[in-house]
Every structure is written in structure tokens, then in C-alpha cells.
């Protein structure tokens, strides 16, 4: 496979050698989904504006990006703007929407370059119409590659998602398309704004707060939760392999015991021999 240049960086041979215990190890999350806070308290840390903040966290997405399609992730989750958020000033929701803009004209091609899907999730009829203009070319430019699928979720909440599901699916019963009992997990994943991907299976918090914050409320019923006091600006790659190493570390149980897990593993290894 091609290898990745999103940023200028030089992979460093600490670098290579962390990804290749990662991958040794096998468990790479195929979905990472991400809560990216504390741009403004990094900003305010130090005495710059809040927009700052914003600003310094595009070298951390780039940064995130590189290194979850070094890895290998399939699915990268950004939650970059929140139905909530329409509360903000309006100055730091024009400037937070200008600067989506400039991010999408300047790496759009370069996330092209690089095999990298681009992807949206959320009440995108909100957004101004030159940012959705953006969103909509850069998603058409690199809708058929292949490496890594980038959804933004902007304008987006899991209580909004859910909302919708919850209105399609009751539209088809009342037009007779499905009945009562067809309602199962499967239906309602088919009709939430991520339907097409698989749920996250790590997510990750910057900014030291431990709560979910109305992201992917449903999707996460199974996630295993990486949680850093660093402020979004601060995260970089050393970060990302520090949650991918505390994620191969965790039972992922699902209810059951561990003995059923074992069991289920050796059965698989069993019949690949
Ligand atoms: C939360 O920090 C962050 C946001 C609401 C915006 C996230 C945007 C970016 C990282 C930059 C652009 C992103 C892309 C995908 C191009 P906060 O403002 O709530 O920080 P605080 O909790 O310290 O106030």
C-alpha cells in the first residue's frame, strides 16, 4: 500500500516501531470516533482567543488523521461541531465555520491524494451554504477511495440521529413497509445517519471530561472509553497509539464472561489452522 503523506512529517523510528507493535498485537480499532475538546481552554491557558484554539486543533486532526490510516483504522469519526454548539457567540460560530471552510479548500485534494474518503454526518442543512458547498465537493472528489472513510459530524447530535430514526421508522410502519415487529437493533442501525459504518469500537476524549456529550448515543453501547487531559490541540499520534495500546489492553466482553471469550477464540483459531 502507498504510504500516507498528509502532513510534512518524517515518520521517526519510534515512530514506525510503535505502529508495529500496534499491529503486532492485531487488535487496531476499525472505528475510532473522537471528541475533540478544549480548544478554547488551551487558547486561555495561553492568554489567545478562542479561535486560536480552533485553529491550532487542525494540526491535530491532520496529525490523527496520519496516523489512523498508518494503522490501519477503517473508520475515523470526528465530532467537530455539535447541534449545541448553535448556541455559542455568533462571532465563534462564523469564525468556527469560516475555518472549516479553509480546512476543506486547502486538504481536500490532499486527503484525495492520499486514498482518504471524506464523509458527513448531522443536520448539514444548517450550515452555512459556501461551508456545505465545500463539504459537498470535497465528499464528491473522494467518494470512491478506499483507505480511510473521515466522517465530520457537524451540526450533529446522537439525540438528533436517534430522532430521525426513530420518525423514519414509525413514516414506513404507517405506510405499511414494515410492521411492529421488524423493529430490532439491526433496523434502527439501518436508519441512523451512520448506518453505513460499523460502531465505533474506541473513543476518544480530549479536554479531561468524562461525559458523552450527546455524540453517538446509540453507537457507543459497546465502546470502550479512552479519556486524556490533554486539550485537543495538545493531542498528537504518541496519543493516539497511547489509546489504541489502553484499548488492546481492555476485555471487550459484551455482556458475556470471560471463559465464553477464550472458548470463542480458540474455536476461531482452530478453524483458520
Ligand atoms: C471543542 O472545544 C471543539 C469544537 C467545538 C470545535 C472543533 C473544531 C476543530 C478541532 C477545528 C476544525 C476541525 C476540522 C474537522 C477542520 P471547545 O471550544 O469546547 O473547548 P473548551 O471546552 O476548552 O471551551
Keep these: 500500500m502507498e504510504k500516507i503523506a498528509l502532513t510534512k512529517k518524517k515518520q521517526t523510528k519510534e515512530d514506525v516501531l510503535r505502529q508495529s507493535l500496534l499491529k503486532e498485537r492485531g487488535q487496531i480499532p476499525a472505528h475510532v470516533a473522537i471528541i475533540m475538546d478544549g480548544n478554547g481552554r488551551w487558547a486561555k491557558k495561553q492568554g489567545r482567543m478562542r479561535i486560536q484554539g480552533h485553529k491550532a486543533g487542525v494540526d491535530s486532526v491532520r496529525d490523527t488523521i496520519e496516523a489512523c490510516a498508518q494503522l ?3 473508520h475515523l469519526t470526528l465530532y467537530a461541531f455539535s447541534t449545541e454548539n448553535w448556541r ?30 471524506l464523509h458527513a454526518i448531522g443536520e448539514l442543512d444548517r450550515l452555512p451554504p459556501v461551508c456545505l458547498k465545500e463539504l459537498h465537493e470535497g465528499i464528491e472528489m473522494t ?3 478506499q483507505r ?10 446522537g439525540r438528533w440521529d436517534i430522532n430521525n430514526a426513530v420518525r423514519d421508522i414509525g413514516e414506513k410502519i404507517l405506510n405499511g413497509k414494515i ?36 455524540f453517538l ?13 490533554k486539550f485537543w490541540p495538545e493531542f498528537r499520534r504518541s496519543d493516539i497509539y497511547e489509546a489504541i495500546e ?9 455482556g458475556m464472561i470471560s471463559e465464553q471469550l477464550y472458548k470463542k477464540e480458540k474455536e476461531k483459531a482452530a478453524a483458520s489452522v
Design 246 to 254: 489502553t484499548y488492546q489492553t481492555r476485555e471487550r466482553r459484551f
Design 88 to 117: 455559542r457567540p455568533k462571532s465563534e460560530i462564523s469564525a468556527l465555520m469560516k475555518l472549516l471552510i479553509q480546512t476543506l479548500r486547502k486538504e481536500t485534494l490532499n486527503l484525495n491524494k492520499n486514498d482518504l474518503k
Design 179 to 214: 410492521s411492529l415487529d421488524d423493529i430490532n437493533d439491526e433496523t434502527i442501525h439501518a436508519h441512523l445517519a451512520t448506518h453505513d459504518m460499523p460502531d465505533p469500537d474506541l473513543l476518544i476524549r480530549t479536554g479531561g471530561d468524562f461525559r458523552i456529550s450527546n
Design 148 to 157: 480511510m472513510v473521515i466522517t465530520l459530524a457537524l451540526s450533529y447530535s
Design 217 to 229: 448515543l446509540w453507537q457507543c453501547a459497546y465502546t470502550e472509553f479512552f479519556i486524556t487531559q
Design 143 to 145: 467518494r470512491d477511495n
Design 72 to 74: 490501519g483504522v477503517s
